[in-house]
């Protein structure tokens, strides 16, 4: 059996791994659009942090692990057409149009980040860095740049500033939303966060949407947003990413975002071809179909294609949306739906908001939790974290509750280790009402 991976990040490295373990047999050679092999997406963030000392050293996998495990795999080959009917995958290589046959196709393509509705946002002075040469471009111009203004108060965005205020760098924020990381966060969870952007002197525009991007003669860039505009010295796209797949044949069925349709053991509209990653929508926290980039959901879906590859085994479980960082000092986590999010579901939900010690110790951190929670049946919905205290893994804890089904009765009888130095009378992750703040928020 011959199986073509399309991608070479997380999904499509995941996908040849797990094949490998599946099919020893198996040729499986991987096709990658970029002339570097497993870049992580936040690399230059790593870099920024003194966590690496070299762009090239943000790498999840060596090309000597592919070989070790048989797999091949093509740098820099441009995949410009596949024919689904003749089972073929046409790429350019080495200036050469090469032709492979395949018996699956797995397409793992990811995602780039575009913007149709802001006009100038694909021009080089707009910095994207998901990927290395991005990166080492993004380095450079930064390194020059006295004020940065980014596009989206995301995850990233946030990451961003933060680390850019920590160079001495005049940062702007621009976000659409009334405030940032609202995919991941509500509004009472986040004042924090927005409490230290203002604090670090960052000029924070709230409920501003970016309509066109302007290259000045004197290397500035002019963001225009409503009636009003922002000069700096660079500009960072932070918007969400998007698929980008010309080289579909008409066979292969999508969505009108564009994601390619899949089931739920991610196959396509066609027999042998299989989507994972940021191709695809996936079950959202209400299993609703939503597009959700993130590399965990590249993993696992990798996983799950590999799995399926001769037949149907195992059914992809959904996304909660579980995301960790740290920024401006705080250690935030989210995982499932938001209280925001309720709104456009058919649930009525309550929340549960809990401040508690996260040691017996007198001298110990405090961390603020908050469940929503469906208001009739009490099952686990979703749940956010944030604390300057690393309480990154707790979010896992949670996710897994939200997934298995659990009540907030449930969480209450949650098994866990005592010692004083570790964890408090009450852990964490146990929502107990009458343990330090306990707050009952009104039905949604």
């Not at 046959?101 to 575009?114: E, M, P, R």
């Not at 225009?224 to 660079?234: K, L, P």
């Not at 929508?281 to 590399?295: A, M, V």
Request: net charge neutral; hydrophobic share 40%; charged share 25%.
């Amino acid at each position: 059996m011959k199986v073509v991976i399309i991608g070479a990040s997380f999904a499509g490295v995941a996908a040849a791994l797990e094949t490998r373990k599946r099919h020893p047999n198996a040729r499986i050679v991987l096709l990658e659009k970029q002339a570097t092999l497993a870049y992580i997406p936040n690399g230059l963030h790593l870099y920024w942090k003194k966590e690496i000392e070299d762009l090239n050293k943000a790498r999840f996998i060596t090309e000597e692990q592919l070989v070790k495990n048989h797999i091949d795999f093509h740098l820099g080959a441009n995949v410009e057409k596949i024919n689904t009917t003749q089972k073929t995958v046409n790429y350019n290589y080495q200036e050469k149009e090469e032709v492979i046959t395949y018996d699956k196709l797995i397409i793992a393509a990811g995602s780039k980040q575009l913007s149709e509705k802001i006009n100038g946002s694909a021009q080089e002075s707009v910095l994207k860095y998901k990927r290395y040469d991005e990166a080492q471009a993004a380095l450079a111009k930064v390194k020059e740049s006295n004020h940065v203004t980014i596009i989206g108060g995301g995850q990233v965005g946030v990451e961003a500033a933060d680390l850019l205020t920590r160079q001495q760098k005049k940062v702007t924020i621009i976000e659409s939303m009334d405030y940032v990381m609202f995919k991941y966060l509500d509004k009472d969870m986040i004042q924090p966060i927005q409490q230290a952007i203002s604090d670090s002197g960052i000029d924070l525009k709230l409920g501003e949407t970016v309509s066109t991007i302007e290259s000045k003669t004197n290397h500035k860039v002019t963001v225009n947003y409503g009636e009003e505009s922002v000069t700096s010295d660079a500009v960072i796209m932070s918007v969400n990413v998007r698929p980008h797949l010309p080289f579909l044949d008409a066979h292969i069925n999508l969505h009108i975002d564009q994601t390619i349709a899949v089931d739920r053991y991610l196959r396509t509209s066609v027999k042998d071809v299989f989507a994972v990653g940021d191709c695809i929508q996936l079950s959202g926290p209400d299993k609703d179909n939503i597009y959700i980039p993130l590399i965990n959901n590249a993993v696992r879906t990798g996983i799950v294609a590999a799995t399926n590859l001769n037949k149907p085994e195992i059914a992809f479980k959904g996304s909660l949306r579980t995301i960790g960082t740290k920024i401006f000092g705080h250690y935030i986590a989210s995982t499932g739906m938001t209280e925001s999010d309720s709104v456009f579901s058919n649930k009525t939900v309550k929340s549960s908001r809990q401040k508690i010690r996260l040691t017996s110790l007198p001298s110990t951190e405090t961390a603020i939790v908050k469940w929503v929670y469906d208001a009739k049946t009490h099952v686990v919905l979703g749940a956010q974290l944030i604390s300057t205290a690393n309480i990154l893994e707790k979010v896992n804890t949670l996710a897994l509750a939200i997934q298995t089904k659990q009540t907030i009765e449930d969480l209450q009888q949650t098994d866990y280790f005592f010692h004083p130095s570790y964890t408090q009378m009450i852990a964490t992750t146990n929502l107990v009402s009458w343990m330090g703040e306990g707050l009952f928020d009104d039905e949604n």
